[in-house]
């Protein structure tokens, strides 16, 4: 199963997976500060004040201050992060790895100066026999017999171990996310004759969002130099976080709710698809630009609060190369796979955002290419498949340089059921318009029907 854990059960083991990693970010935030001199003379003077400055539990605090790494691994710390607080106080690693094994310092570095410790004894099918108990997260406990615990433990390293699933994705939308559409919004120009008709195109949606509310949306869209600059461009950025504050793109931060996220959905995805062979970049703390927030305005309207919790998923369309068409919808299909394998009862929609056909620079600012972008919406509710394998250049020849933010819809699109022939889908709104400033704007709404 893509979402196998079985690695949390091999005997004084704790593995730092994105779960674990969502637990205790702020306990290894806390850990890098300690890579600063000036830092750590504070946190030497008074530890307890120094801790009281971080958003961290009371089971972490003390874990830190009583120099528990076992403890603190347990709460989400990560080894190489916490090893800062052991470098603090002049321990090595040596000694911090000692700790945390019952052994004296002494008996322990004996012990690697005669090869180590044994890996026979320290198995997975060596704590099963022994009738040891694996934990929460195991597939067994101590209460089993040896060989009903070892058969327990193969059954759960090897995915056989069945899971109720739960999630009904519901539906996709498709949108572009003009900045200045977000502009008009903050400044009360809707009603204005030029806006106006860009914001009828989304009545209908909604009121259809309103009656059809999810728990969460994963939303696609790219950064547009605000969360990422060119010190780092991930291609796929998967946001892990519970946090997300719109952000300043130079105008000021838009007036508009924070972004909640779903840091255990989001973990369980992570885990998924990076299982699935997609290497996504995992990101606990960031803004987000008009990118995400402009369709959540488009479809929510004026709010206090965002109505669903959001899941945020940047692709890299400003630096090439940039993701095809086909790996976009192949990471639209891998995520469905990933919604299949979580057990909880809640509704999703994803939503690919950005485009239709734009050019912002050179002399061929201002390029619509109204025949395309129509030929791309009929394409991507009857034949997506083949519409992935469009080149890049052709998005850039016929549909502006801007324009290869279409291919981010992919991902939508790929989560959908009759793309793995598991259902169908069903268009209930379609729109099209030019223009909203430089842009041609396009709006789908898919919903989508599982089979029984």
């Not at 959905?265 to 990118?291: C, K, P, R, Y």
């Not at 955002?353 to 109204?370: C, D, E, F, K, V």
Request: aromatic share 8%.
């Amino acid at each position: 199963m893509s979402n196998d854990k079985s690695y949390r059960n091999v005997p004084g083991t704790t593995i730092f997976d994105a779960a674990q990693s969502a637990k205790g970010y702020h306990l290894n935030q806390f850990c890098m500060s300690l890579m600063k001199a000036e830092n750590r003379e504070r946190f030497v003077a008074d530890q307890r004040a120094y801790l009281d400055e971080w958003p961290l539990s009371e089971e972490q605090k003390q874990a830190v201050l009583d120099l528990d790494l076992n403890a603190a691994m347990r709460l989400g710390g990560n080894i190489y992060f916490l090893s800062k607080i052991g470098a603090t106080f002049g321990l090595s690693f040596q000694q911090m790895a000692g700790s945390m094994t019952g052994m004296s310092e002494e008996d322990y570095r004996a012990m690697m100066e005669s090869g180590g410790r044994s890996a026979d004894g320290n198995r997975l099918a060596d704590a099963a026999a022994a009738g040891e108990d694996l934990g929460a997260e195991g597939a067994a406990t101590d209460a089993a017999g040896g060989d009903e615990m070892a058969a327990a433990v193969i059954e759960a390293a090897t995915g056989d171990a069945q899971q109720e699933h739960h999630v009904t994705l519901a539906a996709t939308v498709f949108t572009s996310h003009v900045p200045a559409i977000g502009a008009a919004m903050d400044l009360g120009k809707t009603e204005e004759p030029y806006w106006k008709k860009v914001f009828d195109g989304y009545v209908e949606s909604r009121q259809w969002l309103k009656d059809n509310t999810p728990d969460v949306v994963i939303l696609v869209y790219n950064d547009h130099a605000t969360a990422f600059d060119l010190t780092m461009i991930p291609t796929f950025a998967l946001g892990t976080g519970a946090y997300y504050p719109p952000a300043d793109e130079g105008y000021g931060r838009r007036p508009v709710p924070p972004v909640h996220g779903y840091p255990e959905l989001a973990a369980h995805l992570a885990q998924s698809l990076i299982i699935d062979d997609f290497d996504l970049t995992l990101v606990n703390e960031m803004d987000v630009d008009h990118g995400l927030t402009v369709p959540l305005s488009l479809l929510c309207g004026d709010v206090e609060e965002w109505p669903f919790k959001v899941i945020p998923l940047a692709v890299n369309v400003v630096q090439y190369p940039v993701p095809s068409g086909a790996r976009c919808l192949a990471l639209g299909k891998a995520l469905r796979r990933a919604l299949d394998t979580w057990d909880e009862d809640i509704t999703v929609q994803v939503w690919g955002t950005g485009g239709m056909s734009h050019q912002l620079q050179g002399p061929r600012a201002g390029l619509i290419n109204a025949e395309w972008d129509n030929a791309f919406l009929d394409r991507l509710v009857e034949d997506p498949q083949g519409l992935s394998r469009v080149p890049h250049l052709e998005y850039v020849d016929e549909a502006g340089s801007e324009g290869i933010e279409l291919v981010m819809w992919f991902i939508a699109r790929g989560a959908m059921s009759d793309v793995n022939e598991t259902g169908s889908i069903e268009v209930l709104h379609r729109f099209y318009h030019v223009p909203a400033s430089n842009t041609a704007v396009g709006h789908l709404v898919l919903a989508n029907h599982t089979k029984e």
